[in-house]
């Protein structure tokens, strides 16, 4: 079954860190572009970060940049995003995606991530 | 706030047509042929419906068109059907270093 499935969101105080996990099945998702959007409480879908196929581009919003990291592990089929020096507005609903030329073809069911004293 | 500008809310009864807009800007909607959208009903993943301005993936009904005219792209759904009853937003991809910009979402309801 082609599917993603993302864990690793939780409460987290801010300044705080968090490692987002994404387990891809039934594709190999290093040929694909893979893609991290996050949909804040009562807002829109924001994009955070890419990651090409094969690794070559790491691509990030510039409200993130510096502070997230988006890695992979092909052995595991799964994609990861670091999130460090986290702010009450990165509090959100984590989505990863499989992107196909700018569209979100593949989406997981998403991963909350609380940032809150 | 969303980059590009959607309705926040749209109705209609069962069998009728609605469309719903989104407005960018001549750096994404205006520029770009990779306008996408999005289905989601709540507590579910989001489901691509559109993809580049106005082709439906495999599987997806053809009550759902799309086009766009300079900056505004726009999703029809013909024959309204209950099930059609989620939230709707569209992306564009941009002349600037953000990847993929995405509308507000629409919350269809089916009367």
């Known amino acids: 079954q082609v599917q993603l499935v993302e864990s690793g969101g939780g409460l987290v105080k801010p300044g705080g860190s968090l490692r987002l996990s994404c387990a891809a099945s039934?594709?190999?998702?290093?040929?694909?572009?893979m893609t991290w959007i996050r949909q804040s409480p009562g807002q829109g879908m924001e994009w955070v970060s890419s990651i090409s196929n094969g690794a070559d581009k790491y691509l990030y919003a510039d409200s993130v940049r510096g502070r997230f990291t988006t890695s992979w592990d092909n052995a595991k089929n799964s994609l990861y995003l670091q999130m460090n020096s986290l702010r009450a507005e990165d509090t959100a609903v984590y989505y990863c995606?499989?992107?196909?030329?700018?569209?979100?073809?593949?989406w997981g069911q998403g991963t909350t991530v609380t940032i809150s004293s | 706030q969303s980059a590009l500008t959607q309705p926040a809310s749209v109705s209609g009864s069962p069998g009728q047509s609605i469309t719903i807009s989104c407005t960018g800007s001549s750096s994404d909607i205006g520029y770009s042929k990779y306008v996408s959208w999005y289905q989601q009903h709540p507590g579910r993943a989001p489901k691509v419906i559109i993809f580049e301005v106005s082709n439906r993936p495999s599987g997806v009904s053809n009550r759902f068109s799309a086009f766009k005219s300079g900056n505004t792209a726009s999703l029809t759904i013909s024959g309204l059907q209950a099930e059609d009853e989620a939230d709707y937003f569209c992306s564009s991809s941009t002349t600037t270093s953000t990847q993929v910009t995405f509308g507000g979402g629409t919350k269809l309801t089916v009367l």
């Open positions: 039934g594709f190999t998702f290093s040929n694909y572009y």
């Open positions: 995606a499989r992107e196909s030329w700018y569209t979100m073809e593949l």
